[in-house]
């Protein structure tokens, strides 16, 4: 027989642990009617076992439980009918009626900008007869009004023969695929791999599609097989999805840096924007100043729009963008947690580290073992940023492009990219950022400590055990006064190392490696060595002459 006592203490914590997931439903499941569903269906689950076990409480615990439920109850009632974040209008203006002066209805314009970039995104008139709420031919007269595509043979054709039969021939309206050889396609996706050695599919697809080719996904695969034999990556792997519910696109920016090359004082900072995860920048830098992280920060809103909130953990590099949203839109819009607990651009890093990060800290580990690089040196690291902090820029910004291009599984939905799915959201869901409306400084915002957070991808054990490998960096913690941020920020100094050579011999290096690697591929990573090689004895020249002046 059960001890009464163990059973209400029993259910006593699981009333707790009901309250955790009532509050965090609240704040971060907005609108989201099939989630708030469920977590109704798990309170009431609950009730029942109270209820069930009436005559072990007190007659006073029983009614306060049973009252509390059903506030609860009604929370998630408000909170599936509330939208968390309103847009700043209804809709934008993609479709307009315009009276032409003839009889019948309006004409239907189309936005011509909206338009050509919904057809790259999505190909066909058809898919964005909903998004757009008008018919598809209209769509495709539209686009050969504006000569975004050129006229093709009807959709649907009708013949009638001699013997009073019909035939009815159609015709795709879908983009054409590229016009390319397998030939031309294994030197793309050969140059592409030498970058980038760790692409899927998707990812390959999106870089070719970044690049403006379509290419269907069987020729992409047997390319690759050509080009690069029979990959890993290609069989079965398990899909760690995840629940995460943000109003929009721009509703909320994940933002925060990377430090898998910090030995070598180089720091990738990102900003990703939640709802489509679609990075909205990115910059690898040699530095990791507050300052950095601002103007990276500016130059995203600049293309994509301001967000509503932007989350981050609690390092100090984070103190000027957190400064900007709270005077901007108010306290509660720049929300401080934990890394852990960012585990949506958690996710991105590990992509970052897994298609490129991981190429440059192999290379350096190399050059320390084999080319006399000493990390401790700030000569050595001038010159080791002097030749490679470009490219490795460049393999971030490639590498994003790719990302946004491709297509995301997603369940229960069609594939998009994230690319497509930042802009039909501001389509779908109402535009966000496009238009700066401050907000009063002193303006009441709700707790959202709890916003944006992806639960289910706290069980990720590969996304966890990424996120702790990154934690063994040695961090710095500071005091804090200010009552708006936390008490204890994380600070880890990175600043760009000292040049110790003069102008005159900073241009004869460039000029002889200029002249010596002028046919070379510098993304070649054995290319990379011999240039560091070269530049290596340059300039333990430099330091010999100083030494004997």
Same mark, same amino acid.
């Given at each position: ?8 203490? /029993? ?6 642990? +009901?309250?955790?997931? =009532? ?44 009252? /509390? ?38 004409? =239907? ?9 919904? +057809?790259? +995104?999505?190909?066909?008139? !058809? ?10 031919? *209209? ?15 009807? @959709? ?10 019909? $035939? ?22 050969? *140059? ?128 000027? =963008? ?19 607990? /960012? ?6 890093? &590990?992509?970052? *580290? ?18 006399? +690089? ?34 995301? $599984? ?22 966000? !950022?496009? =238009?700066?409306?401050? @907000? ?35 961090? @710095? ?16 100094? @990175? ?12 241009? &004869? ?41």
């Amino acid at each position: 027989m059960a001890d009464p006592f163990n059973v209400v203490n /029993n259910l006593r914590e699981a009333y707790y642990g +009901l309250e955790r997931r =009532v509050l965090r439903a609240h704040y971060t499941m907005a609108g989201d009617s099939h989630q708030i569903e469920g977590e109704k269906a798990h309170a009431l689950a609950f009730l029942s076992a109270v209820q069930a076990n009436e005559h072990r409480f007190s007659l006073e615990e029983f009614a306060c439980i049973s009252n /509390n439920i059903q506030a609860m109850m009604n929370v998630l009632d408000q909170t599936a009918n509330r939208l968390g974040d309103q847009p700043d209008s209804d809709t934008i203006p993609v479709v307009h009626h315009v009276k032409t002066g003839r009889r019948g209805r309006p004409k =239907v314009e189309i936005d011509k900008g909206v338009l050509g970039e919904a +057809l790259i +995104l999505r190909g066909g008139p !058809g898919s964005l007869a909903l998004p757009f709420g008008c018919s598809s031919r *209209t769509i495709r007269r539209r686009a050969i009004e504006y000569e975004l595509v050129e006229p093709g043979h009807p @959709v649907c054709t009708t013949e009638r023969h001699a013997d009073g039969s019909i $035939t009815r021939t159609y015709t795709s309206s879908t983009p054409a695929v590229s016009n390319i050889t397998d030939q031309e396609l294994d030197g793309m996706l050969f *140059t592409i791999l030498r970058s980038f050695q760790n692409f899927g599919l998707r990812m390959l697809r999106g870089r070719l599609l970044a690049d403006g080719h379509r290419v269907p996904r069987e020729r992409i695969k047997a390319s690759f097989l050509r080009v690069n034999g029979a990959p890993n990556p290609f069989g079965h792997r398990d899909l760690h999805r995840q629940k995460y519910n943000v109003a929009g696109a721009n509703s909320l920016w994940h933002h925060d840096g990377q430090h898998g090359l910090i030995r070598w004082k180089i720091v990738i900072h990102c900003f990703i924007d939640g709802k489509s995860r679609m990075v909205t920048a990115i910059r690898v830098s040699n530095n990791n100043r507050a300052s950095t992280v601002e103007e990276l920060f500016h130059e995203g809103t600049a293309l994509h729009g301001c967000p509503r909130r932007v989350r981050g953990d609690h390092g100090t590099e984070n103190l000027r =963008v957190a400064e900007w949203m709270e005077e901007t839109f108010g306290i509660g819009s720049y929300i401080w947690g934990r890394s852990v607990h /960012n585990t949506r651009i958690e996710r991105l890093w &590990y992509d970052v *580290t897994h298609n490129f990060g991981k190429k440059w800290k192999d290379f350096f580990q190399k050059l320390e073992v084999y080319e006399s +690089l000493d990390h401790n040196s700030s000569g050595h690291l001038w010159l080791l940023h002097h030749l490679f902090h470009f490219y490795i820029d460049l393999d971030a910004q490639e590498w994003a492009s790719a990302w946004n291009h491709h297509p995301l $599984t997603r369940r229960n939905e069609p594939n998009r990219s994230p690319r497509d799915l930042f802009l039909f959201s501001h389509i779908q869901d109402g535009p966000r !950022g496009v =238009v700066l409306r401050p @907000v009063p400084p002193e303006e009441e915002v709700a707790e959202p400590a709890l916003y944006g957070i992806d639960w289910e991808a706290l069980e990720d054990s590969r996304i966890q055990d990424h996120f702790f490998q990154r934690l063994e960096q040695e961090e @710095v913690y500071v005091m804090v006064e200010d009552p708006t941020v936390p008490s204890n920020l994380n600070h880890v100094p @990175v600043e760009p190392p000292n040049c110790p050579f003069t102008e005159e011999q900073i241009q &004869y290096l460039d000029g002889v490696l200029r002249e010596e690697f002028h046919h070379t591929d510098r993304r070649d990573m054995e290319i990379c060595r011999m240039i560091w090689r070269r530049a290596f004895e340059i300039c333990t020249q430099f330091v010999q002459d100083a030494g004997r002046e």
